[in-house]
């Protein structure tokens, strides 16, 4: 029979013949999608997917899914689809995660514990640990009990549980609260245009706030561009998954290079913005070696180095220079006790006894950042040391005492001097920063910023505006901040921001262009379309005043050396005088 012939036929045949054509013709195959790190770019997993391999076939896998639940022939599909994506892992990196589609009203059938037996992975050389079994949404739940507890019984297996298409369906907050997944994955249409929907921006930073506290990792779906991926970083969801970053293939394939740079070069941008204005130190700066084992070591072996060293109290269990676990030791000591506990586990790997629930931060965090982490964590967590990472690769940790120690006494400190209004650190805090890089050898720019007519305005408009436009002033100067410049409010209208590079100008000058946009927002139509302001001058006399400006005085350690902080002043107020001369918005480097 021609091909014609074939579709012509099959055509006319309703979804349950073409259902019982391609299970029987196994028609199926499997692509798989990267599921990247939005940190990073690296690739934590893939999920698989399925297609029909059959261009006799006119029907989406949806559709195929959708009759197979009609006809009662759902198992039959899913482990089709199932055994076609494990065949396909022989080639998978043994550290990147499995993402397996499953019907929650399947999960708990027999066939399906049958077909998830440790000797089956095996057959396959995949861990347990690297297979997430993603509840989608194809079906309601028919039996929530039972669901929950098949649930239970697969995580306390090490099987990690992915709730699919959160923000759609019937993924509402009950079956999260029910389930305690490990991983949320948002729905692509909470994704679309999240750049553009303040109200999907909310949502999704909400989910984001919940899975920070709860111990929940987010995947966002459907990433198609530029843009939406940007936010998505922004907002800090943990991965991401799409067209934009990946294509489902047949093979195994990381996304593009370009793709990794971008996401990169995002994390960074988003990274700096947040410790612009920081005072608080990293908490790299604070990290101990601490003790770590290899994953392959014995139990018995971990026991017999924690007898001959009293001092350990806790240990990280690491593999390819990453660190896969923690563990105190009395909970290796509970584990061994009892009538039957060394019998039982002495001899097992490390990796197989150790908790993988830990809390693991880069060396760049700043410590107030880790420690609202820290204290997110469950009760019986609470008190875990953090493990810290550098360059993607273990680097130590840091103990809640060492760490909320080091809170307490800068926020101490900067109580008593910071602005009230604007929340940045004050004089003491910037002397102590300018005189760290007069008195050193490191690149610095070190900008002065006065508000130009501020005075005026503040007559004009009351001293509520004015206050108004200080703030404003201090929050352009932190959303214009790249590359972790210090940022301090000197008093009244003036700023000082200093930077740990010489080339200033690319700062000024984003700062004087979003100054410009942003200034008139905080004045009257009339007086926008005039260009100024009639207010009375130091003199009380009454004048027209121009709309705000700024002038910047920068002095770079590429022309200039001090020896005093005396000298530095002095110069920088001559060149502020200078700078105020300029009519509008005007900076000059020294």
């Known amino acids: 029979m021609l091909l014609m012939d074939i579709s012509t036929t099959l055509e006319k045949q309703g979804d349950g013949d073409m259902l019982d054509a391609i299970l029987k013709g196994e028609c199926i195959e499997p692509v798989y999608q990267p599921i990247v790190s939005l940190r990073d770019g690296k690739t934590y997993g893939y999920e698989a997917l399925s297609r029909i391999n059959d261009i006799r076939f006119d029907m989406n896998i949806g559709h195929l899914f959708r009759a197979a639940d009609k006809a009662h022939r759902a198992w039959e599909l899913?482990?089709?689809?199932?055994?076609?994506?494990?065949?396909?892992?022989?080639?998978?990196?043994?550290?990147?995660k499995l993402f397996l589609n499953v019907n929650p009203n399947i999960i708990h059938d027999d066939e399906f514990k049958n077909g998830f037996t440790r000797s089956h992975l095996e057959k396959y050389q995949l861990n347990i640990d690297n297979i997430v079994f993603e509840i989608t949404e194809r079906t309601s739940i028919v039996d929530n009990l039972t669901f929950i507890r098949s649930i239970n019984n697969y995580k306390k297996q090490n099987y990690l549980i992915a709730i699919d298409d959160v923000g759609a369906g019937y993924s509402g907050l009950n079956v999260i609260s029910d389930v305690k997944p490990n991983l949320i994955k948002l729905d692509m249409a909470l994704v679309r245009d999240i750049d553009k929907d303040?109200?999907?921006?909310?949502?999704?930073?909400?989910?984001?706030?919940?899975g920070g506290s709860a111990g929940i990792q987010l995947i966002a779906e459907g990433i198609e561009t530029e843009e939406e991926l940007e936010t998505l970083i922004k907002l800090g969801v943990d991965f991401g998954q799409g067209y934009f970053l990946g294509i489902p293939r047949k093979s195994f394939?990381?996304?593009?290079?370009?793709?990794?740079?971008?996401?990169?070069?995002?994390?960074?941008?988003?990274?700096?913005?947040?410790?612009?204005?920081?005072?608080?130190?990293?908490?790299?700066?604070?990290?101990?070696?601490?003790?770590?084992?290899?994953?392959?070591?014995?139990?018995?072996?971990?026991?017999?180095?924690?007898?001959?060293?009293?001092?350990?109290?806790?240990?990280?269990?690491?593999?390819?220079?990453?660190?896969?676990?923690?563990?105190?030791?009395?909970a290796l000591n509970e584990m061994l006790g009892g009538r039957f506990g060394f019998s039982l586990h002495s001899k097992k790997s490390?990796?197989?006894?150790?908790n993988k629930d830990f809390l693991q931060v880069s060396y760049n965090m700043t410590v107030d950042h880790a420690a609202r982490l820290a204290m997110q964590r469950p009760h019986n967590r609470l008190y875990d040391p953090i493990v810290v990472e550098r360059d993607s690769k273990y680097h130590g940790i840091v103990t809640i005492k060492d760490l909320l120690e080091t809170c307490t006494k800068i926020e101490v400190d900067i109580a008593g001097h910071s602005n009230p209004l604007t929340k940045l650190p004050g004089n003491l805090l910037i002397e102590?920063?300018?005189?760290?890089?007069?008195?050193?050898?490191?690149?610095?720019?070190?900008?002065?910023?006065?508000?130009?007519?501020?005075?005026?305005?503040?007559?004009?408009?009351?001293?509520?505006?004015?206050?108004?436009?200080?703030?404003?002033?201090?929050?352009?100067?932190?959303k214009c901040a790249q590359r972790n410049e210090f940022i301090g409010h000197i008093g009244g209208d003036d700023f000082i921001v200093i930077c740990d590079y010489q080339e200033g100008d690319v700062y000024c000058q984003s700062v004087i262009e979003e100054f410009e946009q942003q200034v008139t927002t905080l004045y009257h139509d009339d007086d926008v379309k005039n260009g100024f302001i009639v207010s009375k001058n130091r003199s009380g006399v009454t004048e027209n005043?121009?709309?705000?400006?700024?002038?910047?005085?920068?002095?770079?350690?590429?022309?200039?050396?001090?020896?005093?902080?005396?000298?530095?002043?002095?110069?920088?107020?001559?060149?502020?005088?200078?700078?105020?001369?300029?009519?509008?918005?005007?900076?000059?480097?020294?």
Not at 80 to 86: G, N, P, T, V, W
Not at 350 to 354: G, S, V
Request: glycine share 4%.
């Open 78 to 96: 899913e482990k089709l689809c199932r055994i076609k994506a494990l065949e396909g892992c022989h080639h998978l990196d043994k550290e990147k």
């Open 198 to 210: 303040e109200i999907k921006y909310l949502l999704c930073k909400s989910l984001v706030d919940f």
């Open 253 to 330: 394939a990381d996304i593009a290079p370009t793709k990794i740079d971008m996401i990169q070069n995002f994390y960074t941008k988003k990274y700096n913005r947040n410790i612009s204005s920081s005072v608080f130190p990293t908490v790299g700066r604070l990290a101990k070696p601490g003790f770590s084992f290899p994953a392959d070591v014995t139990t018995e072996e971990i026991y017999e180095s924690l007898r001959l060293n009293p001092t350990i109290t806790e240990f990280t269990v690491v593999h390819r220079n990453k660190a896969v676990g923690l563990m105190q030791r009395t």
């Open 350 to 354: 490390i990796n197989e006894k150790i």
């Open 432 to 478: 102590k920063e300018i005189q760290a890089r007069i008195f050193s050898d490191n690149p610095h720019c070190i900008t002065y910023y006065d508000i130009d007519n501020f005075k005026a305005y503040n007559d004009a408009y009351g001293f509520q505006n004015g206050d108004m436009m200080l703030a404003l002033t201090a929050n352009i100067l932190k």
């Open 545 to 590: 005043f121009p709309i705000a400006s700024l002038s910047i005085a920068g002095i770079s350690s590429k022309e200039k050396h001090y020896s005093n902080i005396d000298d530095f002043s002095n110069d920088i107020a001559q060149l502020k005088k200078k700078c105020k001369q300029n009519t509008g918005n005007y900076y000059q480097i020294i």
